[in-house]
């Protein structure tokens, strides 16, 4: 063995010191996976619907000081994105209120930065629309058929909460079902309230369309389909989603 290539030689040394920054990249560069992203897509929803709620509230009182008889009608915040120009011949037109207001006669640097609220606004929901289509599009390829069953959204939540598909596929159906609902089991065993009887699932069309003393029951069968799709999620199953469909509608239809 020559001298460069002797195990204590500083070019040797090099080399193993340069190959394992390699390795330790390439293990990196494999335990970062499409399920990261999602989780940071869910994590931005979460917080939009806050932020868009609070932006709009500070909005509508400037607007209330501006025009007070206006600010009735634009009280939701759909209506409230439909002013264009803040002149109060504009807007007494656009909802139909008289032009003569009691509220404060703004300057023109306030009406700009209420404008640019207003703006702001449009730019946040159209921003959330981006996450969602974007979170939709992850949780279809990470679950397919949990996301046909539990609805995009709704599988793009269990997978988050749960860390990975495969923790989500190892979970009992009883864990699936107060998934996100951790507040209220915590309050359950610390003071004997009653227990949940469902967490994200609530929020689909099966649970969240059905009668309040059947909800539970409804939420155990979603989440006992829910183990089947994430198990044949994760093993690369066919498609099984409208089997279980058609079993948790079949129960439903029973129930009622």
Same mark, same amino acid.
């Given at each position: 063995? &020559?001298?460069?290539?002797? #195990? ?9 010191? &340069? ?43 400037? +607007?209330?000081?501006?025009? #007070? ?26 909802? $139909? ?11 023109? &640097? ?20 981006? +996450? ?53 089991? +915590? ?7 009653? #227990? #949940? ?5 609530? &929020?689909?069309? +099966? ?31 066919? $498609? ?17």
């Amino acid at each position: 063995m &020559n001298g460069k290539n002797a #195990p204590n030689s500083p070019d040797w040394k090099e080399k193993m010191h &340069n190959q394992c920054i390699k390795e330790a990249i390439k293990k990196t560069k494999e335990n970062i996976t499409e399920q990261d992203l999602l989780n940071v897509y869910v994590s931005y929803l979460e917080i939009m619907d806050e932020l868009i709620n609070s932006y709009f509230e500070r909005a509508s009182e400037h +607007f209330i000081i501006y025009y #007070p008889e206006a600010s009735i009608k634009a009280s939701m915040l759909d209506d409230f994105l439909k002013i264009k120009n803040l002149s109060r011949k504009e807007i007494s037109k656009l909802f $139909s209120v008289s032009e003569a207001s009691m509220g404060l006669d703004l300057k023109e &640097n306030d009406l700009k930065i209420l404008g640019q609220s207003i703006e702001t606004l449009k730019s946040l929901i159209s921003q959330k629309k981006a +996450f969602e289509q974007r979170t939709k599009e992850l949780a279809m390829q990470i679950a397919k058929n949990t996301s046909e069953l539990a609805g995009e959204l709704i599988a793009a939540k269990l997978l988050a909460a749960a860390g990975s598909l495969k923790r989500l596929m190892l979970m009992p159906s009883s864990t699936i079902q107060v998934l996100g609902a951790e507040k209220a089991l +915590f309050r359950h065993l610390r003071t004997k309230a009653k #227990p #949940p009887k469902h967490g994200i699932i609530f &929020n689909t069309s +099966f649970v969240s369309s059905a009668p309040i003393n059947h909800r539970g029951k409804i939420a155990r069968a979603l989440a006992s389909k829910i183990v089947i799709s994430a198990k044949v999620d994760y093993y690369k199953g066919k $498609s099984i989603s409208a089997e279980l469909i058609k079993d948790l509608n079949k129960k439903i239809s029973g129930l009622k």
